[in-house]
């Protein structure tokens, strides 16, 4: 985390400050940016709510020895949080009544001393892989702000880019934590769907949706996903790639690949070479089934979902997004169930193929950051760029990682580490192992 961070102890496993002095801290760095800027990343931040919530942790002996004490995490604003109103990105939801308690994903955090900062911007209904948003503004990437955020986790991953919080809770239906994370360099994890309950988090698609942390390290996401999911490591941690068997798909993922990413993914499996990684080229038939059927599974879903408001969202909502819930009349019911039985058969057979392999690496996401004023000129062909290859590994029920491969100084690009399902503790001590492969190869 950073230099104060709240994971790093003294003796006994206490904090090392008060809580309610680093939240303090860090409520100051937001009520330091330009009243816009930090509209446009929180959709509600309220600073006495997170002093009371800070000074709890002070209070309570069980809760300064918890895991995550002190820890700051920005929550997307698509989980519930009692006295909060859930808003999904959406106006259209804004007057409805506050939440009554905590998701799931929110309740484990805060038992484990972690201190809800804020709710992050999202775009709308989390349907996007850009994180454009009409209502409530379109928080600019951490590193230029001129360029999208990548979404739909948009709000939190600037938000933990700029420093505002040490971490932040988002969901990954196809690509929406990873895509932020490697256009604002940061680490994130979509884990195994199964791995965190989805009670309590405005749905997407229930189909593929999945929760999972954004924060500047793979460490950093393993300490909250283990919190998230009530889980522990189930292997040793990795000193190195000594040994370790990578697939690398040269189909599909790496196609039309902009310039920097291609030479930033070119440098990240050399640098993995280096560190004792054996790579090899690998092909999958079921990269290619997955983008026809996971439109038809994602949309049905979404479908479903907003059915009873689409005269609504025609009036009110984000025109992009109602046109991506629409594009589920283009499949039947008889596509639909087709999709979900190809997508059955894809999950397996893919498990099958990779299972002499300790992990598969891909370009998280072909580009860097597009400015906004691009992407709004172009949506659906930036959108359906940003989504390619991460939503992959959602319709394949895979866990995945992002850690940063760009130069220091350079426009961020991600490394994307995918394992099979179930195979998440694993992934993380690989790509935690990667990440410091890569920042000896660009110290």
């Known amino acids: 985390?950073?230099?104060?961070?709240?994971?790093?102890?003294?003796?006994?496993?206490?904090?090392?400050?008060?809580?309610?002095?680093?939240?303090?801290?860090?409520?100051a760095r937001v009520e330091a940016l330009d009243a816009e800027r930090a509209a446009a990343i929180f959709t509600r931040f309220d600073a006495a709510r997170i002093v009371a919530a800070a000074e709890t942790v002070d209070r309570d002996a069980a809760l300064v020895r918890a895991p995550l004490a002190g820890l700051t995490v920005a929550i997307k604003d698509l989980f519930d949080e009692a006295g909060e109103t859930?808003?999904?990105?959406?106006?259209?939801?804004?007057?409805?009544?506050?939440?009554?308690?905590?998701?799931?994903?929110?309740?484990?955090?805060?038992?484990?001393?972690?201190?809800a900062f804020g709710r992050t911007n999202l775009s709308e209904f989390a349907y996007s892989g850009v994180g454009l948003n009409p209502h409530y503004g379109t928080p600019g990437n951490g590193f230029d702000p001129s360029r999208i955020p990548g979404g739909?986790?948009?709000?939190?991953?600037?938000?933990?880019?700029?420093?505002?919080?040490?971490?932040?809770?988002?969901?990954?239906?196809?690509?929406?934590?990873?895509?932020?994370?490697?256009?604002?360099?940061?680490?994130?994890?979509?884990?195994?769907?199964?791995?965190?309950?989805?009670?309590?988090?405005?749905?997407?698609?229930?189909?593929?949706?999945?929760?999972?942390?954004?924060?500047?390290?793979?460490?950093?996401?393993?300490?909250?996903?283990?919190?998230?999911?009530?889980?522990?490591?189930?292997?040793?941690?990795?000193?190195?790639?000594?040994?370790?068997r990578f697939a690398v798909l040269r189909t599909t993922v790496t196609d039309d690949l902009d310039t920097a990413v291609a030479a930033d993914f070119a440098h990240a499996l050399s640098a993995l070479e280096a560190a004792g990684a054996e790579l090899v080229d690998f092909e999958a038939e079921?990269?290619?089934?997955?983008?026809?059927s996971s439109r038809a599974i994602v949309s049905s879903d979404a479908m479903d979902v907003h059915q009873a408001r689409l005269d609504t969202l025609a009036e009110h909502g984000d025109p992009r997004v109602l046109r991506r819930i629409l594009g589920a009349r283009d499949f039947s019911a008889d596509e639909r169930r087709e999709a979900h039985e190809r997508r059955a058969h894809a999950i397996a057979s893919f498990a099958a193929g990779l299972c002499e392999y300790d992990g598969l690496l891909a370009p998280t996401v072909p580009t860097v950051a597009p400015t906004i004023a691009a992407?709004?000129?172009?949506?659906?062909?930036?959108?359906?760029?940003?989504?390619?290859?991460?939503?992959?590994f959602n319709f394949l029920d895979c866990c995945a990682a992002s850690v940063p491969m760009h130069e220091p100084g350079a426009l961020p690009t991600g490394l994307m580490i995918a394992g099979t399902a179930g195979a998440d503790w694993s992934i993380l001590a690989i790509a935690a192992a990667a990440e410091r492969a890569l920042a000896t190869m660009l110290a």
Do not use: W, Y
């Open 86 to 115: 859930t808003t999904a990105g959406s106006i259209v939801l804004a007057g409805k009544s506050a939440a009554s308690e905590d998701s799931t994903a929110v309740s484990r955090l805060k038992r484990a001393g972690a201190i």
């Open 286 to 292: 079921e990269v290619h089934e997955a983008g026809r």
């Open 152 to 244: 739909s986790t948009s709000g939190g991953a600037v938000a933990v880019a700029l420093k505002l919080a040490d971490a932040a809770l988002g969901s990954d239906t196809g690509g929406s934590v990873r895509i932020p994370a490697a256009l604002n360099g940061l680490a994130g994890f979509k884990p195994t769907q199964a791995a965190v309950p989805l009670d309590g988090t405005f749905p997407l698609s229930p189909s593929c949706d999945s929760i999972g942390p954004l924060a500047p390290s793979v460490a950093d996401c393993a300490a909250l996903h283990a919190v998230l999911s009530q889980s522990e490591p189930d292997g040793p941690a990795r000193t190195d790639l000594s040994g370790t």
């Open 375 to 392: 992407c709004e000129a172009d949506f659906d062909r930036t959108n359906a760029l940003m989504l390619r290859n991460p939503s992959i």
């Open 1 to 27: 985390m950073h230099d104060r961070s709240p994971l790093r102890r003294g003796e006994g496993g206490r904090i090392r400050f008060r809580a309610v002095d680093h939240a303090s801290a860090m409520i």
